[in-house]
């Protein structure tokens, strides 16, 4: 067979790298140029910010069961929180799924309020419960479920509208009421996802509970926003590395458990 009558070889693939890299390069220029950022500004503080972080080199772990204790007591506004926020989401997603809601009106109000406690922030809640109930866990238990049953009730709504209609109908022809046709042929037909969105939000709590004591929410954040308001830097090394340790065991304990559900 002579070289002319070879199939000829397909072409030479498009590399996006240069694409990609000025891409990249025209966004940091707009970045740079609509936030005035001033990289001699930011080499200068680069030395301030070491020094400061280096104030955090000695964690006193001399108070550690008391750590431990407040600790729990975030875990427990982040639970409870989480708790809240499955009650709403479980009560008002049946009406946000268009396949499920009893009518038009209840699918929009339902919709809407969905989308209020998804659109209010739970650091703004908490400062708003702070100021009204006075400090401790309570606010952070009403922020934390107010907003993340936002997102939970969208979650679980958008799942019911996926199950298969064939279900519903069926359990609609056997002259069930509403509440008997989400109960029967709603729920358990995505149980296990809404156990895997359920685990997702409590993750996510838990660190926010720590964040919300900065505001007065209770926990180990209320304990370290008055040692960083003292400049008692060993005892808020001590504070940071227990939320960090007990994050972290907590994150890898619930990707096993979401694991586990799939």
Known sequence: MTASARTPLPPKPFNPTPVWLSAWIVVLWLIVRDLDLSFATLAYGVE???EYFGRYHAPDFSDLPHYLSLMAQTIATALWGTLVALLFAVALAPFAARNLTPSSTAYRTSREMLNFMRAM??????LIFVASLGLGPLPGVLALGIHTAGFL???FAESLERI??????????SGASHSQIVMYAGWPSILREALGYTLYVMDRNVRMASVLGLVGA??????LHDTLRLFKYDESAALIAVILVVLLAFDYFSTWLRGKLK
């Not at 922030?121 to 908490?126: I, K, R, S």
């Open 48 to 50: 301030d910010m070491a």
């Open 121 to 126: 922030p739970d650091l703004l809640l908490a």
């Open 153 to 155: 009730g969208k979650f």
């Open 164 to 173: 298969d209609s064939g279900v519903v109908e069926a359990v609609r022809a």
């Open 218 to 223: 209770g926990g180990i954040g209320l304990a």
